[in-house]
């Protein structure tokens, strides 16, 4: 059987092979692989948020179910359906130009519509779990279709049901998105108002909001056809407030954000940067000069060699303070 390059199907364009890749165009072509356990199989998406470790051995199922339909027409809200293999940046421009609100702030994350609820993707003060419904999948390994409202998606901070129970199992072939007619918009997060208050914008409208999302993306992220990457490679972290006023007494200017009346979130790029790797480069693999939560291949480092810099990071940043670092990606192997 010949090989088939996965370059092409992952952000950080990592040349890794595969035997043997289905386009998922409609639920009923997973009827083939029901009763399959995960161990033979991985579900692929936009391949924006996995490091292939080496090439790979197991069949994969790439989302390509597409569609976005409006099942509901209300007053002061709408009810899309909205198919798994879609672009969630396309999903987003469509949402603004249709002058509905609820996931602008959204704007430019990388991936798949079915690849969202999985991570429970989040940016500048919103998360998917804001706007979900339900989602609509397949349980491959009972071969059953199954419906999954927003609170048995066990949503947390980039978690879900889809990265425990349902680990590669569920096949997400639509999600339900609940938006807003009325602009009901957050502009909370402090880099998107200071950008709105530059351009004079103080009535933005959602368009505004995710022009001025992607501007900021743009600047920040560097662009996966340019230099391989999948976006943050690694989650903010999530500490007690006792630890965080041990370490502010080391470190004065260590920010945080509140979670509950017992824990923080410390950005993980501070201490990071604090730790000296912002910029580091060892070959092709390399942590970016202006984003120190991404990872970036230059060009032809290995999934190996992004992997072994990450646990460098991880291991330097645990001896200076204490604190382990999560990966956000997954790693395929």
Known sequence: MSEISLKKYNTFNIDATCQEIHFIKHVNDLDLFFGMSPNQYYILGGGSNVLLLDNIHKIILKNEIKGIELIHDLDYEVVLR?????????????????????IENLSLIPGTVGAAPVQNIGAYGVELKDVLVRVEGVNITQGRIMTINNVGCQFGYRDSIFKHELKDVFFITHIHLKLSKIPKLNIDYAALKQELDQLSIFTPTAKDISEVVTKIRKQKLPDPAIIGNAGSFFKNTTISKNKYDLLLKNYPTIPMYPVDDDSVKIPSA??????????????????????????????????KDIYELALQIIASVEHKFGVRLNMEVNLWN
């Open 82 to 102: 909205v198919g798994g293999g879609e672009i969630w940046n396309d999903l987003v421009q469509w949402s603004v130009e249709h002058h509905y609100s609820g």
């Open 270 to 303: 501070w201490l990071i940067e604090q730790a000296g790797w912002k910029g580091f480069r060892n070959g092709d693999a390399g942590c970016h000069e202006k984003q120190a939560l991404v990872l970036v291949n230059y060009g032809n480092a290995s999934g």
